[in-house]
């Protein structure tokens, strides 16, 4: 007799465990799938419960249990605490091997698990079995689980996704891998060649390869043909925040409006507030849909309104492209006090 949980649903199929003692299996299956389990339950077994979901979810697979002296697998050691969890637990997830044609079977994907079973001197295990499967994926799958190399299983995800027109749930369930997985290997493809090369000999690590494929492939090639460039998380983490910075600049400055001034002139901060010590210029306003100021009764000198606002434009300018420099902001923000407090007096008048 099995129990069935409900796990969710994952666009039109449903996520469920199945257990049955200290064994059990989750699968994503389809709601008539699971309503036929339901009604099968007390009966079931959960390699019997296996079996049904591949037949009637029209999988070519079937679970066997299969002398380990028929699978073909490199035997190496496996870490202590794995070990030990396959001893209490059992197998849970079925090792996928598939038929050579002489009797016997190869290993695609569990070589751990078998491992741990030869290990802990058990004769026969549990496996699916590929009946009748595509030679060609069957390869693609067993060269990514000897892969080792995070470049590597990026371009064989993106064969199986491109060549066989696969879904990325669909290999992730194939490579028997999480969604989040296939996603983050498809990642490092954003890399470019030079980077990438350098990823799949291992001379950089996966963390510094996952921040740099952040980056368009222009700030990535400036990265590494800058021959002061170091390799770690450190400085690649400092490049990326920096170039995030000047993008965000970039697109603040695109709305700010700053004229070329016909003239250059010089004027003492302390003479600012004195209309007579500025020579009239002639600026358009650069501030879009702005109402115009109010103009006094006696003379005031609509040009010099025009400045400074102009003066507000730029120095907020400046705060912007001075991000981090606190004493290039307080300047801006000095030029801001002054030029409010002429404006404000220019209205008053």
């Known amino acids: 007799m099995i129990r069935i949980e409900n796990k969710g649903k994952v666009k039109d199929k449903v996520k469920v465990r199945i257990i049955d003692g200290n064994s059990s299996i989750t699968r994503m299956v389809k709601p008539e799938t699971l309503k036929v389990l339901r009604e099968r339950q007390n009966e079931l077994s959960v390699p019997d419960a296996e079996e049904l979901i591949y037949q ?33 637990y059992g197998i849970l997830e079925p090792p996928l091997v598939s038929p050579t044609g002489d009797g016997k079977y190869k290993v695609i994907a569990g070589r751990r698990r078998l491992n741990a079973a030869r290990i802990l001197g058990l004769d026969r295990v549990r496996c699916i079995v590929k009946e009748d499967g595509d030679n060609a994926v069957l390869t693609l799958i067993e060269n990514f689980h000897r892969a080792d190399n995070p470049a590597l299983e990026a371009e064989l995800i993106a064969r199986l996704i491109e060549e066989r027109n696969l879904k990325k749930t669909e290999v992730a369930k194939l490579l028997n891998v999480s969604n989040s997985h296939i996603t983050k290997r498809l990642r490092l493809l954003n890399l470019i060649p030079e980077i990438f090369e350098k990823l799949k000999k291992f001379e950089i690590n996966i963390t510094v390869a996952r921040e740099l494929a952040k980056l368009p492939p222009e700030d990535q090639r400036e990265y590494f043909n800058d021959p002061e460039s170091k390799w770690t998380i450190e400085d690649v983490e400092k490049f990326v925040r920096q170039k995030k910075i000047e993008k965000s600049t970039k697109v603040a400055l695109e709305q700010v409006s700053i004229p070329d001034l016909p003239t250059e002139i010089e004027i003492p901060v302390e003479k600012v507030l004195n209309p007579q010590a500025i020579p009239p210029i002639t600026v358009e306003n650069s501030l879009p849909n702005a109402e115009p100021l109010p103009t006094a009764e006696n003379q005031v000198d609509n040009s010099l309104i025009k400045d400074m606002e102009e003066i507000q434009n730029i120095a907020n300018a400046i705060k912007i492209l001075a991000t981090g420099n606190e004493a290039v902001i307080k300047n801006a923000n000095r030029l801001l006090e002054i030029a409010t407090k002429y404006l404000n007096q220019t209205v008053e008048v």
Not at 66 to 86: A, G, T, W, Y
Request: proline residues 9%; aromatic residues 10%; negative net charge.
């Open 56 to 88: 009637l979810e029209g999988e070519r697979e079937v679970i066997r249990e299969i002398p380990l002296s028929l699978i073909d697998f490199p035997e190496f050691e496996v870490p202590k605490n794995f070990l030990e969890s396959v001893k209490e």
